[in-house]
């Protein structure tokens, strides 16, 4: 976590001059409000922020934020976004990327930042397409689905993102609507102030190209009673987070019960999932290199090392 | 008798601590003033498997293995005579028939083995008793009832008779075993010394150990040498460069760099990690290199070809880093994941798709390594660009003197950086410099605005790093304009594509000559020798060797291989009579490269791709060949 400034920040603060070419009424909008609002209702200063992102339409999200950005490779968004911050662990760091991006090609990379427990938050972008080459089926399309732009009903089944990130570590999981920004921000907010790797999958329309799950549909317009296909995991009571970390049966019973819940598809439950305070990667370390707590890699003088110790021990 | 020339082989199963053996000896013999020269065979398997370690010993500067050697220490049968009895495809068929005439050969007594049917009467046979003398030792300390928990000690067994056959002062190899074991394990350390011992007596008493032709004293005066592996010149380095992040994933024969690097994070505030694949090696490095750290990784070619994604990353976002060593192995695909190769060179030099700019080098011994590895965090943060050091198995695992460690480019350059809103650095480079009258922001010269990929004369824009005020850049592996966002427009790209490519010509003339090719060897030579990497030791032995019969051959060492200097390499391969090249990969990819460079057709190409390195004695066999005229074939080790 950054200073605070002691100008207070705006959402402004947080928007880049370049001009937006996502589709109109596109679910990014949403996501990309939810951030800078989660931005600026933690007033971290631009400089000391770092987003990054993989490839596709969300991909471009960074490019419309005025803080460090990082547009990565698809799938890869988590390895690039450890690495730097591993290298300066003063600064925050944002990931964020499509389905596809996180739960298909870059599955093995999920699994492994939820093992690693890095500090920093992950926002999916969950349109159940591939939006950026037309409508292809996602990692989170159900089997038998078809949305209009597939030749055909999908074959395979979708993967459960919330019972992956808490089977792969995970210490922070929720999930969320792009198209209800203030929530969204709410959860992207504790995401961030989140110790350790947190995993926001933030449900998404794609108008273009998912005429399955639309506007509409998340609305619930096609029930004999409009009601939304969404409901909020606190509104029931639940609580995911983890009160004692060292209780095994406590984490069993958070984590079963968080797993049930990503089960549900309606209506679909939003909000935290799950939650648990346990030392980061980072925290471990430190405990290793000491002295890389107060001084983050980026600043270390590395350049007047003795590497003589090293070759004496080879006469 | 042959004194201070000498090749000491053991060979038994992969687990037999053959390595702790070998490398007691070496050491013992470096300490005493001693040049050495040891590499390891072995097979990619844990237990079981056959492998071999060679020291070679010499008072002359040798940087190359012979096809013979003079003592061998048996631990197992296979280690005799291959392993033809068990394999449908034998894998080799032993060390006997490597073994000098009037050699020795030390064997396990339990291993029934009848000399008499060797046909090689000309040896010396030292049958010795290992487990007997491992219990013997023991049973002096009251533990002879443990004999089969110490069996790994046969090696030290092996050792110790050795040095009753070479004549090798005891004392001096007792004191490195020693300094091996040490603090709670001094008394396994004095363990072997008492088996080594008994050993060494055991074949003291045997008549025939007196007279043995080939002996070891030690040096006069023991110089102060140190006795490394590649891997740790290689990591090294890396410390001495001020790198801080270093990046891999298990590799053989990688991995050994990265674990040496670990072992020592806490003392130089570096830290290693070991990430899910090399998907995310890279791509963690590139990460942090951004950041503003100097990075790392290592891997072996199963391995880059899983990164080579993140470099074309590396360089169209012109990250400084990282510095990459890849340890090449026998290839295709897994191939030959514990033998010698220098396949990867044109894969080195086109990893990933587009046309883009990367540093490619490749030292041809640990001293060129340190130099280069060195110099390539230099070159990758001024430069902006992902930066090869080509390595290979033998280079990583060679255990050699070297006479003296020490850099002849030592300055640290990080390269023109944008440090804070004071405008220093674009203010340096200045906005007007730029080809096209203005940096790209399309605002005119006197905006002050800090661009990440501003259009400098020279292509380079001074580089921020995220945290910094004013600093602030964008980067996208797409195609971008200087702030950094995406463009696809065909002014942008041009000016772009201008601006990276053109860094390599920066580069060509920033490197110095030296680290870029030399050549060895007269001038006036009839024969002209083409080779890179791990090569150089031993064509410089063979020509030692045939200049002595009196040939005239130099040898041109290639070593930047992108850019390439191919001016240069033009002008002295002009002059050349014969020209052949030799190379450990099947296509002859260095003869190839300097083709496509230079217009010159090298048709005489020497290859070898066996999965071993090439030897002293190939090398002389082979280019005596060409000297002579003779039709080039390539070159195969292990014939019967």
């Known amino acids: ?315 | 008798m042959q004194k201070n020339r000498l090749t000491w082989m053991i060979g038994g199963p992969q687990g037999s601590g053959i390595n702790a053996s070998a490398e007691v000896f070496a050491k013992a013999c470096s300490r005493a003033g001693l040049r050495v020269y040891a590499n390891i065979e072995y097979h990619s398997n844990i237990m079981g498997k056959h492998s071999f370690y060679r020291v070679r010993v010499d008072d002359e500067d040798i940087r190359s293995y012979r096809d013979t050697a003079d003592i061998l220490v048996a631990l197992d049968d296979e280690t005799l005579t291959g392993d033809g009895h068990h394999r449908r495809w034998p894998t080799h068929f032993g060390h006997l028939h490597e073994i000098n005439e009037g050699g020795g050969v030390i064997y396990d007594s339990e291993i029934e083995f009848q000399p008499k049917e060797s046909g090689r009467a000309d040896l010396r046979f030292y049958p010795v008793p290992f487990m007997e003398i491992i219990k013997k030792a023991l049973e002096e300390v009251g533990k002879g009832e443990q004999a089969r928990r110490y069996e790994v000690m046969k090696n030290t067994v092996g050792l110790g008779a050795s040095l009753a056959l070479c004549d090798y002062p005891f004392d001096l190899v007792a004191e490195v075993i020693r300094s091996q074991f040490k603090g709670k394990r001094s008394e396994v350390g004095e363990l072997n010394v008492r088996a080594a011992r008994l050993a060494f007596e055991h074949v003291k008493q045997h008549g025939s150990a007196k007279d043995f032709p080939y002996t070891l004293k030690p040096g006069s005066e023991p110089k102060a040498r140190i006795l490394a592996k590649g891997y740790e010149i290689a990591a090294i380095a890396k410390l001495k460069a001020g790198c801080s992040f270093q990046t891999y994933y298990p590799i053989s024969p990688a991995t050994d760099e990265s674990v040496f690097l670990e072992r020592h994070q806490r003392d130089y505030n570096l830290l290693v990690v070991q990430c899910e694949d090399e998907i995310s090696s890279i791509n963690m490095a590139v990460g942090a290199a951004h950041m503003g750290v100097r990075v790392a990784t290592a891997t072996s070619g199963p391995g880059f070809a899983l990164m080579v994604e993140g470099i074309g990353f590396a360089s169209i976002t012109e990250a400084p880093g990282p510095v990459l060593v890849l340890y090449q192995r026998g290839g295709p695909s897994t191939g030959m994941p514990t033998r010698q190769e220098q396949g990867d060179l044109q894969f080195a030099l086109h990893p990933a798709q587009g046309d883009f700019p990367h540093i490619v080098t490749a030292p041809g011994d640990l001293r060129e390594s340190y130099q280069d590895i060195f110099s390539a965090f230099n070159w990758a943060e001024r430069y902006q660009m992902p930066i090869i050091v080509l390595s290979d198995k033998k280079l990583a695992s060679v255990y050699t003197t070297i006479d003296k460690l020490e850099l002849k480019y030592d300055r640290i350059d990080r390269g023109e950086r944008f440090t804070g809103s004071e405008w220093t650095a674009l203010d340096a480079k200045g906005p007007n410099d730029s080809a096209n009258g203005h940096n790209g922001n399309g605002k005119g010269a006197d905006v002050k605005e800090y661009l990440r990929y501003a259009l400098t004369k020279d292509g380079i824009s001074p580089r921020s790093r995220p945290g910094i005020p004013g600093g602030r850049f964008w980067v996208t592996s797409d195609e971008h304009d200087p702030d950094g966002h995406i463009t696809e427009g065909v002014e942008m790209r041009m000016a772009m594509m201008h601006k990276r490519m053109g860094k390599l010509a920066l580069v060509q003339k920033a490197i110095p000559q030296d680290q870029q090719y030399a050549l060895h060897g007269p001038a006036d030579a009839e024969l002209t020798v083409v080779a890179w990497g791990s090569t150089k030791g031993t064509i410089l032995d063979a020509i030692r060797v045939l200049e002595a019969q009196g040939k005239k051959i130099n040898f041109l060492q290639c070593r930047l291989m992108k850019p390439f200097p191919a001016e240069a390499v033009g002008t002295i391969l002009r002059k050349a009579k014969h020209i052949v090249s030799m190379e450990e990969n099947y296509s002859g990819q260095l003869a190839s490269l300097v083709t496509e460079h230079t217009g010159i057709l090298i048709k005489d190409r020497i290859n070898k791709y066996d999965g071993r390195p090439f030897s002293e004695d190939e090398v002389v066999r082979a280019l005596a060949n060409a000297y002579a005229g003779g039709k080039i074939e390539p070159v195969v080790t292990h014939v019967r």
């Open chain 1, 1 to 315: 976590m950054s200073v605070n400034t002691p100008v207070k920040l705006t959402i402004k603060d947080y928007k880049s001059e370049l001009h937006n070419d996502w589709c109109a009424g596109c679910g990014d909008f949403g996501i990309l409000t939810s951030i800078q609002m989660a931005l600026a209702q933690l007033q971290l200063d631009p400089d000391k922020v770092a987003v990054f992102s993989g490839i596709g339409c969300s991909g471009k999200t960074p490019h419309y934020i005025n803080a460090y950005g990082f547009h990565t490779l698809h799938g890869r968004v988590l390895t690039v976004a450890t690495g730097a911050r591993l290298a300066n662990t003063k600064q925050t760091v944002l990931a964020l990327g499509g389905d596809g991006d996180g739960y298909g090609i870059g599955a093995g990379y999920f699994v492994g930042a939820g093992r690693r427990n890095v500090d920093f938050a992950y926002l999916v972008h969950n349109n159940n397409v591939y939006g950026l080459t037309k409508g292809q089926a996602s990692p989170t399309l159900a089997k038998g689905k078809k949305t209009k732009s597939m030749p055909e009903q999908s074959i395979q089944d979708g993967i459960n993102p919330v019972a992956m990130a808490i089977a792969s570590g995970y210490t922070f999981i929720a999930r969320a609507y792009a198209l209800e920004p203030k929530y969204t921000a709410g959860i992207i907010a504790r995401a961030i102030e989140h110790r350790g790797a947190a995993l926001v999958d933030v449900l998404q329309t794609c108008p273009t190209y998912n005429d399955l799950y639309t506007k509409e549909w998340y609305e619930g317009a096609d029930l004999p009673e409009k009601r939304s296909r969404l409901y909020k995991l606190e509104d029931q009571g639940f609580d995911g987070k983890v009160k004692d970390p060292t209780d095994k049966q406590e984490i069993i019973a958070k984590k079963s019960a968080a797993v049930a819940r990503s089960y549900e598809d309606e209506p679909i439950p939003i909000g935290v999932y799950y939650e648990i305070d346990l030392p980061t990667y980072e925290d471990e370390v430190f405990r290793r290199i000491p002295d890389l707590k107060e001084t983050p890699l980026v600043e270390q003088n590395a350049f007047e090392r003795d590497v003589n110790p090293l070759l004496e021990a080879m006469r």
